[in-house]
């Protein structure tokens, strides 16, 4: 499928010492586009505390989060 994002390992430097992240993207020039976007747009939020793993309960309720946006946008709304 196309519009299916697929995990990009990207690495950057900071006080001498490489990070690395993973980045979310469908293709590699929309990766690229991203970090362009997070070196220009990004702003932090705040401290995450948790990270939940909702297991095939949180995956079908992302992918019904999607469709249901996709047929929003489809009927003009």
């Not at 990207?10 to 070196?39: K, P």
């Not at 995450?48 to 709304?77: C, H, I, P, Y």
Request: overall charge positive.
């Amino acid at each position: 499928m196309a519009d299916e994002l697929k995990p990009f390992t990207c690495s950057y430097q900071f006080e001498g010492r490489q990070m690395d992240f993973t980045c979310h993207a469908r293709n590699w020039d929309e990766v690229s586009a991203r970090l362009r976007a997070i070196g220009t747009t990004a702003v932090v939020k705040g401290e995450q505390v948790s990270e939940v793993d909702a297991g095939v309960f949180g995956e079908a309720l992302g992918r019904t989060l999607s469709a249901a946006r996709g047929f929003k946008n489809r009927r003009g709304r």
